[in-house]
């Protein structure tokens, strides 16, 4: 569950709770070495995140009159297939660095295989062997198992949830807010906010109430911070060990939706583009051999963005005060998203 519930906010925690020497091994073989490997195997987890992150900021093309608001607890999901699960590791990008004094091989000799990023699992373990000199023993060699993902944890799902709020200004401007109320842990520190404005095109027409749709346009903007303290889980000597996350999203949607009493339906097209860097901060003494080690201090930065056009299609119920809605977008991760809505317009 601690698993899980880190990669709901950041898809970065698996590095270290799979295998406690793993990060350690990894560093062993190069701060370039562990740096693109991390890179590799944490871009699917981030990206999916990012997409995740942008489901349920609207409910309909038809913004609220002033005054008019909406409080709303929202869940989403973005799918993980199966080209999100693995990466192909090419064992040369590995040996390329001229001033390395190891060399990186599979156990098995392969020059590539497909392993697992951090939304996949290798099953069988697939083991690396870094080779080096040491000055005293000679050859050595260190064995790695390389770390998988979640695999069927989460029923191949990336959840977010939020509270979020809406209130109409005028002249078919509609302001949202969103927000993760900020979660301290002994291990995660965590926060998350979002902002977005809505603009109803239809609202400046002279027949606007006469129109049995509404048309609009939406910016929105979603920031995602979290330290994970992995002192008590990488095995390596040190000090102030974690690792920081800041992703940073934007979505620009177009939106329709029909204007019936009770339930309507709505959907649009749009563009997610973000994001995501990961820090890992501290200092590591790193061992090589029995003799000899070094302290690493800060060792790499990864990163990367999602740039993504995205179709949507939904539904919502009002009774009253109260209103559900749920819907469905099709991108490079595909998401859905429900929400729980209480509101007066």
């Not at 930065?301 to 819907?327: D, P």
Request: net charge negative.
């Amino acid at each position: 569950m601690k698993k899980l519930t880190l990669l709901m906010l950041f898809c970065i925690a698996t590095i270290t709770s799979k295998a406690q020497n793993d990060l350690d091994a990894l560093l062993a073989a190069g701060v370039k070495n562990a740096e693109r490997f991390a890179n590799d195997y944490l871009m699917s987890g981030t990206d999916g995140l990012m997409h995740s992150m942008n489901a349920g900021w609207f409910n309909t093309a038809d913004a609220k009159p002033l005054g008019g608001f909406e409080i709303s607890i929202i869940a989403n999901a973005s799918t993980i297939q199966d080209e999100h699960k693995s990466f192909l590791m090419n064992i040369a990008d590995y040996n390329s660095d001229p001033d390395q004094d190891f060399v990186v091989s599979f156990t098995d000799a392969s020059t590539s295989k497909s392993v697992a990023t951090a939304l996949g699992e290798n099953e069988p373990d697939i083991d690396i062997v870094v080779t080096y000199d040491d000055p005293i023993l000679g050859p050595q060699q260190e064995t790695i198992t390389l770390p998988s993902g979640i695999g069927s944890d989460t029923a191949n799902l990336l959840p977010t949830a939020f509270i979020q709020g809406a209130i109409g200004l005028s002249k078919g401007i509609e302001l949202k807010a969103r927000f993760v109320p900020k979660i301290n842990t002994d291990d995660v520190d965590i926060s998350m906010y979002g902002a977005g404005l809505q603009m109803e095109f239809t609202k400046w027409l002279p027949a606007d109430k006469l129109l049995p749709v509404a048309i609009s346009g939406l910016v929105a903007y979603t920031h995602l911070d979290g330290t994970y303290d992995i002192s008590g889980s990488t095995g390596i000597s040190g000090s102030n060990q974690r690792i920081e996350n800041d992703t940073n999203t934007w979505l620009f949607q177009l939106i329709a939706s029909t204007k019936l009493p009770v339930i309507n339906f709505y959907g649009g097209l749009g563009y997610i583009k973000g994001k995501s860097e990961s820090d890992l901060l501290g200092t590591y003494t790193v061992s090589n051999g029995p003799l000899f080690s070094q302290t690493i201090t800060d060792p790499f930065s990864v990163s990367s963005e999602a740039s993504s056009v995205r179709g949507t299609i939904g539904t919502k119920l009002k009774i009253g005060f109260f209103r559900l809605n749920a819907e469905y977008h099709l991108s490079e991760f595909n998401a859905f998203s429900v929400g729980i809505n209480f509101g007066f317009r």
